[in-house]
């Protein structure tokens, strides 16, 4: 069965929007979420990943076998599971990209 493609919209918890309320923790956790799509993209399932500079809104496109398996997969990112930022899931198709003809 050929991969489809998903998008999970990544949204900052309010509380997070200020800086100041960033600990040593918070930073841990981004770090683990980085580290986790780093490792996404090294195995070929990540497609493309990044965030608005406000930190209105972050987005990652990725490929997964069925939606399960791609619900999971944003289930399982560091900063949804400890509560730093909410995530919706999307059926998606990248139709146009750079580099490819």
Known sequence: MAKQQYIYVLKL???F???NNW???EEEIINRHFTRLQ???SDGR???AGRTLEKTFG???FEAES???ARRLMNDDPAVTEGMMTAELFPYHVALIRGEK
């Open 39 to 41: 490792c996404m993209l």
């Open 17 to 19: 929007m200020d800086d």
């Open 46 to 48: 990540l497609i493309l």
């Open 67 to 69: 939606e399960v398996e």
């Open 59 to 61: 987005l990652v496109i």
């Open 13 to 15: 918890i309010p509380y």
């Open 23 to 25: 600990t040593v923790k």
